[in-house]
């Protein structure tokens, strides 16, 4: 596995590796890896004949009072944990390598970037679709591999991808969850001892909603509802946001139907956790 830090370099790399009729896959990381990220990389590695993995630390999608600068980081852990699962090129560039100073374009997917996670951090998906665009270009994979995790990321993303036609795949993954059901995620290292044993309630909402849709609850305020009431038996949950959207525009709806998911932001301390699920399997 190559450690690439400079675009020139990783230019000439995958030229070499594109002449030789090589499909290149990505999987874009902020790093400070969990099973979450390795699985990005093995549905990358099914799909591609070479895996290139970014881990850049993104300044532009932290807003002002963020966490860039206490983003957990341990690049010598990710470099032997991506080697292990197969990568074969990390681009691991610097902030000045990816943005020239002054840095003056950016991509803006409107709309979807503004709302669920976008109320509260409204310059977030700015800055995820303007590096994702900069990788796209700089790597000009044939897959890019995203997680579920952060759906409303994948949404945007595909849209991106549409409205600008670049010639890239985009695979969505599925969730990587702790026995528990709290969703991997490198954040959730923040938390302390009390806040990571009661913030299972989210998945475990999540799932009860499921259920009662199975059951044939498809009004989304009473299943809203339900949820907002499991999670607040945690006493120290904060609720961001619970909302049932649309999956094309994520738009409230009234009605659960299988174009549907509900999203979750809650807040446990100073750590702020998202979670997501489709109500209405299609493939059940
Ligand atoms: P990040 O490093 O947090 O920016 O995440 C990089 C990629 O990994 C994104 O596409 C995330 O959606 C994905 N990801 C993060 N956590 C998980 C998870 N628990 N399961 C699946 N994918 C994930």
């Known amino acids: 596995m190559k450690v690439i830090r400079k675009i020139s370099e990783l230019r000439s790399e995958l030229t070499i590796h594109r002449k030789a009729g090589s499909r290149v896959g990505l999987v874009p990381t902020m790093g400070y890896f969990h099973e979450g990220h390795l699985s990005l990389m093995d549905v990358a590695r ?30 010598e852990r990710d470099e032997r944990l991506a080697k292990e699962r197969g990568a074969d090129i990390i681009f691991y560039p610097d902030s000045r ?24 951090r409204p310059i977030h998906f700015r800055g995820v679709t303007t590096i994702v665009a900069k990788l796209f270009n700089i790597i000009q994979p044939d897959v890019a591999v995203f997680g579920r995790k952060d759906a409303q990321q994948a949404i945007i993303i595909k849209k991106m991808v549409a409205d600008l036609n670049f010639p890239v795949e985009i695979i969505v993954a599925p969730i990587i969850r702790e026995a528990d059901g709290l969703a991997m995620s490198s954040r959730n290292t923040y938390l302390s001892s009390e806040e990571r044993k009661q913030a299972p309630i989210i998945y475990r909402a999540l799932q009860k909603a499921t259920e009662m849709v199975q059951r044939g609850e498809l009004n989304a305020g009473c299943v809203e509802r339900s949820i907002r009431q499991q999670i607040e038996t945690a006493p ?44 209405i399997d299609l493939d059940r």
């Open 46 to 75: 099914k799909d591609s004949d070479i895996v290139v993995v970014s881990l850049f630390v993104n300044p532009t999608q932290f807003g002002p009072n963020e966490d860039l600068v206490k983003y957990p980081r341990d690049f």
């Open 97 to 120: 390598e990816m943005y020239p100073d002054p840095f003056l374009t950016y991509v803006i997917t409107e709309k979807l970037s503004g709302v669920l996670c976008g109320e509260s």
């Open 236 to 279: 120290l949950a904060r609720i961001e946001y619970i909302e049932i959207v649309n999956e094309k525009n994520l738009e409230p709806v009234k009605t659960i139907d299988p174009g549907t998911f509900v999203a979750v932001a809650v807040w446990f301390g100073k750590t702020r956790l998202i979670d997501n699920v489709v109500l």
